[in-house]
């Protein structure tokens, strides 16, 4: 079992750089639960706009080549069993599963019937995944690198091997469960504890990744972080994505050391969420811009909100939204002191405030 004790070393001398972004996180946490008064309409709207950019996210990071706007379109007017290509059954999959999560997060558990579960049901349109789906691997799955064929040119990591797969897991939800309840480590250190363990096992055939962020908006909604829905942490990720795998196999390669540590994880995943909460509590300042806006200049500020500056074509082409639309959200926003205009002629660029 993950011992307590091998858990303190894989943490051991935490820097204060992790316990900062911890103690930014809770202030966030408590303005939120304090000041939430964003009407239904507006919280229904936004999680409905998280639900897509989240579906899309996720499964591009593995390699799926749908946009947002296609995502979108697909789940507005998809007939199920009406599939172009896997990354439609993909996206679908995540998308319902997510929905899930965010609307009966509060009578889910995390056991292993619910792990297995969310895997079959996140896999249930994917066509080639018919027979492993929500069942742990059976064989091998190391992580490989392919060439542009697809051809396999090297490992990148091992997994844990298939025969220790169902009593690591066991181990690991046991563990994770237990510190959750007890309350005796700062829940997010657990949850980022399991994710990066999860991945490490790697316990099913395909989806891992996937399941690993269902798996992350379920605990953190848990743990009564209540404004995982209104941000998507997958749009972050898949921003981030180089770091995420870089800071990910520094930690798991100190696993079976005597000198475990999961620093370099901690901290990229406690950036991603302080950056997903910072975005959150902005949320509580904007409730009256929100009502005057239109649908399409809502999404030009919600993009601005996602980049350090942008121009105006550049905003069209990412938001697939006319550019005289995108020009008019933006001298709006600017009239509402929300964005600052950068430059002037062709270099003019814009950022938010």
Do not use: C
């Not at 070393?9 to 820097?15: A, C, G, Q």
């Not at 250190?189 to 490490?200: A, H, K, P, R």
């Not at 000198?259 to 990229?268: C, F």
């Amino acid at each position: 079992m993950l011992k307590n004790n091998q858990f303190e070393v894989r943490l051991n001398n935490l820097s204060s750089e992790i316990w900062s972004k911890i103690s930014k996180i809770d202030e966030i946490k408590g303005r939120w639960m304090g000041g939430a008064s964003l009407s239904p309409q507006i919280l229904g709207r936004l999680k409905q706009s998280v639900l897509v950019t989240s579906a899309g996210a996720s499964t591009r990071i593995e390699g799926a080549k749908l946009s947002d706007k296609e995502v979108e379109k697909l789940i507005q007017g998809i007939k199920i069993g009406k599939w172009k290509n896997r990354d439609e059954q993909e996206v679908h999959g995540y998308y319902e599963l997510l929905k899930n999560i965010f609307d009966s997060w509060d009578g889910l558990s995390l056991n292993e019937s619910t792990i297995k579960h969310f895997h079959n049901q996140m896999l249930k349109y994917s066509s080639k995944d018919e027979r492993h789906k929500g069942e742990y691997k059976k064989t091998e799955n190391d992580v490989v690198m392919r060439d542009k064929k697809g051809a396999e040119i090297g490992v990148v990591f091992k997994t844990m091997p298939a025969y220790l797969t169902p009593k690591k897991m066991q181990e690991l939800v046991d563990w994770t469960k237990m510190a959750l309840t007890e309350g005796n480590i700062h829940p997010l250190l657990v949850i980022s504890n399991f994710i990066v363990e999860f991945l490490n096992i790697h316990p099913f055939q395909d989806g891992n990744g996937r399941l690993s962020r269902i798996l992350t908006n379920l605990l953190i909604l848990k743990s009564g972080y209540l404004y995982m829905p209104y941000i998507s942490q997958e749009k972050l990720i898949e921003d981030n994505k180089s770091d995420y795998y870089i800071d990910l196999r520094r930690s798991q390669k100190t696993f079976g050391k005597k000198t475990e540590n999961i620093t370099d994880w901690l901290n990229y995943f406690l950036m991603i969420f302080l950056k997903q909460s910072e975005m959150a509590v902005e949320l509580l300042d904007s409730e009256q811009v929100e009502k005057i806006l239109s649908v399409k200049q809502l999404a030009v500020w919600e993009y601005l909100q996602l980049v350090e500056e942008i121009n105006p074509g550049e905003i069209a082409k990412k938001t697939k939204i006319a550019r005289p639309t995108v020009n008019q959200a933006l001298l709006r926003l600017l009239k509402l002191n929300k964005i600052e205009k950068i430059g002037s002629g062709r270099g003019t660029r814009y950022r938010k405030l």
